[in-house]
């Protein structure tokens, strides 16, 4: 059974950067991610409020610049679901497919999805006029008509932001 020091249980930008911190720790670690790395950046086209990109980034750009970062140090990227995890002495036991590792530490980084609304040409507009986050792709609707669909406190949140920037709401 293979042993880690750590073993990161999702390769988004939390899981990158929690294993780019204990890799330059010297630990020995193991990223689990059952699909690529990245999350949600994957599917946004342009990112245009993290530090470092002034003109903006593609979503898989950013996340191919931060694997690689990762990429530097040796570790195990295991490409497989997580089927069950247990507390043992001294760890913890994780079966990842079909096999079970060993690590002193869990850290999870297993990300969020969002609600999706169901109405015809959401999934093929994301990214062209549908958006999940104000507070991320606001600033892309400067200035123009948009609909906020949702209910509770997170749609009222998104309508008080949306509504300092755009022109009708």
Partial sequence: MKRFDAVVIGGGPAGM???LYLLRSQASVAVV?????????????????YPGFPDGI???????????HVDKYPHEKIADEVMAMEQVPGGHRIKVGGE???????VLCTGARYKRVGIPGEKELLGKGVSYCALCDGNFFRNQVVAVIGGGNSALEESL???RLVKKL
């Fill in 17 to 19: 950067t929690a294993a």
């Fill in 33 to 49: 991610e059952k699909l690529s790395c990245g999350g949600q950046m994957l599917m946004t086209h342009m990112i245009e409020n």
């Fill in 58 to 68: 593609e979503g898989w750009k950013l996340a191919d610049v931060m694997a690689a």
């Fill in 100 to 106: 079970w590792i060993e690590a002193k530490v869990v």
């Fill in 161 to 163: 932001y949306l509504s």
